[in-house]
């Protein structure tokens, strides 16, 4: 907790340190005095558009993958439409070219090499019998001629119309099939971002949480990563403890403590996380015995395990070694 709330709370536990906690009467004083404080997630979306609903509510408990709330997304739509035909279109393309031509097409170069070879049987006839009459000498060589002419001629069109439908079943070429590829790649990228875009304006609870604000109202608008719901998960709700010097050798990370705060449960614990690096409220100098009385450090702890219900953030606690006798 920061700011003048923060500064104001840092002030009361500095208080409670100097005249005593209530708690303690009756007992073994308290090792420090602190105060909770949440972590918030303040989820927003990365685009600015109004605010079409917002169904969750202050105070209200959210479970994870809950919807908070929902931006204007009919640009997003549309665009992810777009991208979806675009996809669509080039992986036909790719489909197109690796299955060669149409069966139309085959039909049509299928009925050509037909004819072609109803040609060539008429002109490998017609060379025969020229070649007949020539040796009888009943006809003259360049009828002959003409005759094998028309029958190369058959052949070699018969040769081109099989050669055609050979390469009517054949896929593109491979340098065109790996541009195919590279377009479906590129559009398949394309509509992941449209439809990261789409889910970014319409986000969930990331996990279980309390609803602790809402910023905005149904028919706002909402600038860009401008948050909309601040969450507290109870995972994330810790203790800021602060710790005579004095005491300082009873804390280390990792040692449990335990918590009496009003109004929470009892027997609550938590387990040390963080301890400040330097010391709060004295200044800087040479430390007499007196000031070494006044000198405390931040510590955190988490309670474990998480309460059902999250402590509420600013609440004063009271803390004490794991298991000593209050």
């Not at 500095?14 to 209530?22: C, D, I, Q, W, Y």
């Not at 602190?34 to 479970?63: D, F, H, K, Q, T």
């Not at 377009?183 to 279980?208: G, I, N, Y």
């Not at 050798?249 to 449990?256: C, I, K, R």
């Amino acid at each position: 907790m920061s700011g003048f709330l923060g500064g104001v709370l840092d002030g009361l536990a500095a208080l409670a340190l100097a005249v005593g906690s209530p708690f303690a009467a009756g007992g073994p004083p308290p090792l420090a005095h602190g105060y909770v404080e949440g972590e918030y997630l303040r989820i927003a979306a990365p685009s600015a558009g109004m605010l079409e609903s917002l169904p969750v509510a202050r105070g209200a408990r959210v479970a994870a993958g809950a919807p908070l709330f929902v931006i204007d997304r009919a640009t997003a739509m549309a665009d992810r439409d777009r991208l979806a035909a675009a996809l669509a279109q080039a992986r036909a393309q790719r489909a197109d070219l690796a299955t060669g031509k149409r069966p139309q097409e085959v039909a049509v170069l299928t009925a050509q090499k037909t004819q072609a070879e109803a040609a060539l049987r008429y002109s490998t006839a017609e060379l025969a019998r020229q070649q007949e009459l020539v040796a009888r000498k009943v006809s003259s060589p360049d009828k002959l001629d003409q005759a094998r002419a028309a029958h190369d001629r058959d052949h070699g069109q018969l040769a081109e119309a099989e050669a055609q439908l050979a390469v009517a079943a054949l896929p593109a070429r491979t340098e065109q099939l790996r541009a195919a590829d590279e377009a479906v790649t590129q559009a398949e990228a394309a509509l992941v971002q449209a439809e990261r875009r789409l889910a970014d304006l319409a986000p969930v609870a990331p996990v279980a949480a309390l609803v602790d604000d809402t910023l905005y109202n149904p028919g706002e608008w909402v600038p860009a990563g401008s948050p909309v719901v601040s969450l507290l998960p109870p995972e994330r709700v810790k203790l800021v403890l602060f710790v005579p010097e004095t005491a300082m050798a009873a804390v280390t990370p990792g040692v449990g403590l335990s918590v009496r705060c009003d109004g929470c449960p009892t027997g609550l614990s938590a387990r040390v996380t963080r301890i400040a690096s330097q010391a709060e409220y004295t200044p800087p100098v040479i430390y007499s015995v007196g000031s070494r009385e006044k000198l405390v450090f931040r510590v955190e702890a988490q309670v474990e395990p998480a309460p059902d219900r999250p402590l509420n953030p600013g609440l004063p606690v009271d803390v004490w070694p794991a298991g000593a006798e209050r």
